[in-house]
T-cell receptor, first 114, second 114 residues
């Protein structure tokens, strides 16, 4: 089975500062990895995903993430955040074959301070 | 142009009074999911459909049922809501069951149980 740990439940950061949201996963098989964002009272929206190939994945809204197999990590980064990035961010994993469901982490609340 | 629509957005019910939440999609996706998300927690998969093939998660309570009368619509029935069932309920769709495909989420229905 797969599992996801998001190490920080809350991350406050000043506007225009860089941010990194950490995600570690556990799996005995190869996986696909995803980051979703959830704005207040809304559903989840895909930011980016890693399937294979280049370990640096670029997503929407200026976010990127790096897959590190040896450290079983998939940290999300943005070089300069905006107030509008304030939201809940979820890392998710699934095995890369078959029809297993996504397993989500508990989420990290990013608060951007003006 | 909403692609996954959930109605109502907010639902209040009384303890033990049956309630139905609805989800519709304009994407013609084969797979539909229902998730339960409690405050400050990760979404938890309740069940999913691949076409009309119903898949129940092992720990989904019997109190929760689902119907998918056609490709576009899916319903979540809670037969006797308890206080612990108060949560956000998220519907999601996916074009095919393969793990690399993106899930598209609706905005959710927030259920309050009095």
């Amino acid at each position: 089975a797969q599992s996801v740990t998001q190490l920080d439940s809350q991350v406050p950061v000043f506007e225009e500062a860089p941010v990194e949201l950490r995600c570690n996963y556990s799996s005995s098989v190869s996986v696909y990895l995803f980051w979703y964002v959830q704005y207040p009272n809304q559903g989840l929206q895909l930011l980016l995903k890693y399937l294979s190939g280049s370990t640096l994945v670029k997503g929407i809204n200026g976010f990127e993430a790096e897959f590190n197999k040896s450290q079983t990590s998939f940290h999300l980064r943005k070089p300069s955040v905006h107030i509008s990035d304030t939201a809940e961010y979820f890392c998710a994993v699934t095995r890369n074959s078959g029809n297993t469901p996504l397993v989500f982490g508990k989420g990290t609340r990013l608060s951007v301070i003006a | 142009d909403a692609m996954v629509i959930q109605n109502p957005r907010y639902q209040v019910t009384q303890f033990g009074k049956p309630v139905t939440l609805s989800c519709s999609q304009t994407l013609n996706h084969n797979v539909m999911y229902w998730y339960q998300q409690k405050s400050s927690q990760a979404p938890k998969l309740l069940f999913h459909y691949y076409d009309k093939d119903f898949n129940n998660e092992a720990d989904t309570p019997d109190n929760f049922q689902s119907r998918r009368p056609n490709t576009s619509f899916c319903f979540l029935d809670i037969r006797s809501p308890g206080l612990g069932d108060a949560a956000m309920y998220l519907c999601a769709t996916k074009i095919e069951r393969e793990a690399y495909n993106e899930q598209f989420f609706g905005p959710g229905t927030r259920l309050t149980v009095l």
